[in-house]
T-cell receptor
Framework: GENVEQHPSTLSVQEGDSAVIKCTYS??????FPWYKQELGKRPQLIID?????GEKKDQRIAVTLNKTAKHFSLHITETQPEDSAVYFC????????????FGKGNQVVVIP | EPEVTQTPSHQVTQMGQEVILRCVPI?????FYWYRQILGQKVEFLVS????????KSEIFDDQFSVERPDGSNFTLKIRSTKLEDSAMYFC?????????????FGPGTRLTVL
């Protein structure tokens, strides 16, 4: 089945700087890639997603890029703020099966004021 | 904005006991899921449910697990005889129909502790 890896496991950035989290996936047929943000004690919140027919998607300070050749996708957060501190999970979905998401292990992002 | 809800937030049980975890998906959604996350590990898919039947299950979802949609709003996960290794955070999720079924919305989770 699909295997998703996330790096780095922990990322500390100064407030105002950019943060980039990268995920790799194993199944070249995967066609949907969501990112979830989870603050301590709260539910995973979908923050952005991308489909395989698109190379980049942006929503205000958040962007996701997809490189299908290399089988990796990245989350970019610009002008980081303390409220961006959370665990970020990436996931991938293959076109077969029934919407099963394969998740990465999560990245702890710490924004230092 | 509608959200997926789950109860209880924390469940403590003795090994061998049955537990039922409850979820209320977003009201107009058609696809329902259970995932779990053992502490320090990845979120893992357990099962998906559509049109009142299981549409896919993982290798984790053995005969000890079952799911049910007993009425028009609840979606439950039952573990018949809990083991220590069932201790985890269990997340319910739901997605809408047709072209929006990719997008899954998660509940806050139930932390299950098996002693």
């Amino acid at each position: 089945g699909e295997n998703v890896e996330q790096h780095p496991s922990t990322l500390s950035v100064q407030e105002g700087d950019s943060a980039v989290i990268k995920c790799t996936y194993s199944d070249s047929a995967s066609n949907y890639f969501p990112w979830y943000k989870q603050e301590l004690g709260k539910r995973p919140q979908l923050i952005i997603d991308i489909r395989s027919n698109v190379g980049e998607k942006k929503d205000q300070r958040i962007a996701v890029t997809l490189n299908k050749t290399a089988k990796h996708f990245s989350l970019h957060i610009t002008e980081t703020q303390p409220e961006d501190s959370a665990v970020y999970f990436c996931a991938a979905k293959t076109p077969y099966g029934n919407n099963r998401l394969a998740f990465g292990k999560g990245n702890q992002v710490v924004v230092i004021p | 904005e509608p959200e997926v809800t789950q109860t209880p937030s924390h469940q403590v049980t003795q090994m061998g006991q049955e537990v039922i975890l409850r979820c209320v998906p977003i009201s107009n959604h058609l696809y329902f899921y259970w995932y779990r996350q053992i502490l320090g590990q990845k979120v893992e898919f357990l099962v998906s449910f559509y049109n009142n039947e299981i549409s896919e299950k993982s290798e984790i979802f053995d005969d000890q697990f079952s799911v049910e949609r007993p009425d028009g709003s609840n979606f439950t996960l039952k573990i018949r005889s809990t083991k220590l290794e069932d201790s985890a955070m269990y997340f319910c999720a739901s997605s809408a129909g047709t072209h929006r079924r990719d997008t899954q919305y998660f509940g806050p989770g139930t932390r299950l502790t098996v002693l």
